[in-house]
Each structure stands twice: as C-alpha cells, then as structure tokens.
C-alpha cells in the first residue's frame, strides 16, 4: 500500500536532548513537509523540500533540522535549541505543479505526539 | 492579517442538520483550494478540493467566491460520523511549483444524535 508512515508514534524527551522523527513515503511525491501542530491551533510549517537535497525553512524552523538525501525520506531533528518543542508533529508529501495532480493537495503520516519532560 | 481565517466555532448540530462553514482568504492570487477533515489526535485528511465553480460530493459541497475571497463546506442530512474538525487551506502561490498550503485553525462539529 502507498503512503506515508512516521515513527515513532510517541516519543518522550528530556530536556536539553536533540531528538530526530522519521517521515518515510512510497508516493513517489517530490516535494515534503514538516509540520507543527499545538492544541486548538493551526498547522504551522517548520521546513519543507521540493527536491532531493534541496530544503527551505517554513515560518517556524527555529530549533530544528532537517536532511533530505533520498526522496523518500525527510527526517525532523528537533534540537535543545527548541525551547516549546511538546507538540504534534505532521509531515505530508505531495506532487509539484505539473505532476500528477495540479492542485497540489498534501497527504499526511499519522504523526509524532512529542513531549518534553 | 493571517492567511486563512475560519470561524473556529463549536458547531454542535444534531443529526440530519446541514450545517455550512465559511472561511476567508487574504491572497487575491490564491489558486488552489481544499477542505480537510481533522479528527481528535489524527492526522488531517483531504475532504474536498475546491474548484472555481464549486463541486458537489454526496452530502458535502465546497463553494468558492473570488470576489470575496472566501470558501465555503456545506454539510447536508449530517451523521454523527461528520463530527471532527474542518480545515480550510489555500494555496496562495501563482505559478509556484512547491504549493505551499496554509492552513485555518479549524472548525470544530459535533454531530449529536
């Protein structure tokens, strides 16, 4: 089945550790998206990459990283830097323009529940 | 001005209700527009795009006015199934090859029996 997985699905940190989330697709989608998501807010964009070693910061990128070597693979390091990392952590994957699909929908993994102890 | 903006409600209707959310825009250029649906503690999933002379699917309609920048989901007969939050999200780039999308904070449904 094609689709988007992240793990772990649960992850606690201490503070002051850097910890990496995985977001992994089988769509065969260019372009990748990490996303943010506190309670009862909106998704906020942290980084995203249009291309295989290419990668741009969103509105909220401080504190974290992130690597793109394969286009199947945009992992998330959230540094000690962060200093409100608890969070729900979303990636996503879609087409470019002119791929398969124009409107540029995004498809979601189940996501990363982070908290900080 | 944020880029998407939604009523974030409670909507608390009961079955059979049709219920209709609005949500504005503030990038006249916006191209592409979509409805997702957010249950508690998932991630979003797509609901409907949004095309320019609106779309119908089942009991779900998604309505676009460009001159007033806004989106509209009308839920008709609603289920209990329906309760979840409903995302509003645009992208505001002409011509880009990235789309990047910008998402309202939701609107929250609940469907009592």
């Known amino acids: 089945d094609g689709g988007i997985t992240q793990s772990p699905k649960y992850l606690f940190r201490k503070e002051g550790q850097n910890v990496t989330l995985s977001c992994e697709q089988n769509?065969?989608?260019?372009?990748m998206y990490w996303y943010r998501q506190d309670p009862g807010q909106g998704l906020r964009l942290i980084y995203y990459?249009?291309?295989?070693?290419?990668?741009q910061k969103g509105d909220i990128a401080e504190g974290y990283s992130v690597s793109r070597e394969k286009k199947e693979s945009f992992p998330l390091t959230v540094t000690s830097a962060q200093k409100n990392p608890t969070a729900f952590y979303l990636c996503?994957?879609?087409?470019?323009?002119?791929?398969?699909?124009?409107?540029?929908?995004?498809?979601f993994g189940p996501g990363t529940r982070l908290t900080v102890l | 001005r944020k880029e998407v903006e939604q009523d974030p409600g409670p909507f608390n209707v009961p079955e059979g209700a049709t219920v209709a959310f609005n949500c504005t825009y503030s990038?006249?250029?916006?191209?592409?527009f979509f409805w997702y649906r957010q249950d508690c503690r998932k991630e979003p999933k797509l609901l409907m795009s949004?095309?320019?002379s609106g779309n119908e699917d089942g009991r779900f309609t998604a309505q676009l006015n460009r001159a007033s920048q806004y989106i509209s989901l009308l839920i008709r007969d609603s289920k209990l199934s329906d309760s979840a939050t409903y995302l509003c999200?645009?992208?505001?780039?002409?011509?880009?090859?990235?789309?990047?999308?910008?998402f309202g904070r939701g609107t929250q449904l609940t469907v009592w029996p």
């Open positions: 996503a994957s879609s087409w470019t323009s002119g791929g398969q699909s124009s409107y540029n929908e995004q498809f």
């Open positions: 769509l065969n989608h260019d372009a």
């Open positions: 990459s249009q291309i295989v070693n290419d990668f």
């Open positions: 990038n006249s250029a916006s191209q592409s």
């Open positions: 949004v095309y320019s």
């Open positions: 999200v645009v992208n505001p780039d002409r011509g880009s090859t990235l789309g990047r999308l910008y």
